[in-house]
């Protein structure tokens, strides 16, 4: 099985001090670079977090903190990663819920302003669990017909991407329109395709802070566009604005805006929320 790609596609996978978005930090990011010629570009950095990698996570990865002392911080190899991603899709496992938003996250504390909604993010976890509804290695037993463990070290970046990369091209061999009778459980191998069937919610931001909502009008009828189709907007989905319109609150609150950048939420959600105000800014100053 070959990938059929219009762009390069980041098959990736990271370790971290934890699961924490917000306040953890990566100790290492594996990476393989699949370019739609089919080559390869493998990259593996181990990662110095600037603090103490906790017992169950050293035990879990094998990576200590001596392993770590003289490697560079993500800061140090922020631009390298910049420059070798850009143009990029991704692809990983559970990736959309944790991998994509901790790596925004460490760009961001970089000072880089990596957009991953201009990207396509493939995640061969939602494809397995919403086909046939379980971890990486029982992903690999399944499409791969092997035990991970007769193959990898678990619970390492680079050895963990690797079985990603198996899974994935074993997923699209599986569900390949020829394979399958049902039109349900066919995959086509295109890029938009499995960007679309990873998403397995609204979040506008990686944390679900800021969510899509269909636009109704006075009557409660959905309000469509040229084509046909239903117009979202971006509402709140926590605090005491949940369900309001972003923009109707920034216009009614503007002290809302100046609360969240300087209270404890994720750099992403920050981000989303400032593209926000100075998109509607533009359109204002425009009219």
């Known amino acids: 099985m070959k990938l059929n790609l219009t762009k390069p596609l980041i098959v990736f996978d990271l370790e971290s001090t934890g699961l924490d978005i917000v306040s953890d930090r990566i100790i290492q990011i594996s990476y393989i670079k699949v370019y739609p010629n089919q080559t390869e570009e493998r990259g593996n950095l181990l990662i110095n977090p600037g603090k103490a990698i906790p017992a169950e996570v050293a035990e879990l990865t094998g990576i200590h903190d001596d392993d770590v002392a003289t490697a560079p911080t993500f800061k140090a190899v922020a631009a390298q990663l910049e420059s070798t991603f850009k143009g990029c899709d991704f692809a990983g496992f559970n990736s959309n819920h944790f991998d994509i938003p901790l790596l925004a996250e460490e760009f961001l504390r970089a000072g880089i302003d990596f957009d991953f909604s201009k990207c396509r993010l493939i995640d061969a976890q939602t494809i397995f669990h919403k086909m046939e509804k379980r971890n990486l290695a029982a992903a690999y037993k399944f499409y791969c017909g092997r035990k991970m463990e007769e193959d990898f070290e678990a619970h390492r970046a680079d050895q963990d991407t690797e079985a990603t990369y198996k899974v994935l091209m074993g ?28 998403k397995n919610n609204n979040n506008v931001d990686f944390a679900g802070r800021i969510v899509w909502k269909e636009m109704k009008d006075a009557q409660g009828k959905p309000i469509l566009d040229k084509d046909g189709k239903s117009q979202m907007q971006e509402v709140f989905n926590f605090g005491k604005y949940k369900g309001w319109a972003v923009t109707d609150v920034l216009h009614r609150d503007s002290g809302y805006y100046s609360w969240m950048l300087a209270s404890e939420f994720t750099n992403n959600t920050k981000q989303v929320l400032t593209r926000i105000r100075l998109r509607e800014f533009n359109k204002n100053n425009n009219h």
Request: proline share 7%; glycine share 4%.
């Open 171 to 198: 997923e699209l061999d599986m569900y390949a329109p020829g394979r399958q009778e049902e039109p349900e459980r066919q995959l086509d191998n295109n890029m938009d395709v499995l960007n679309e069937f990873s």
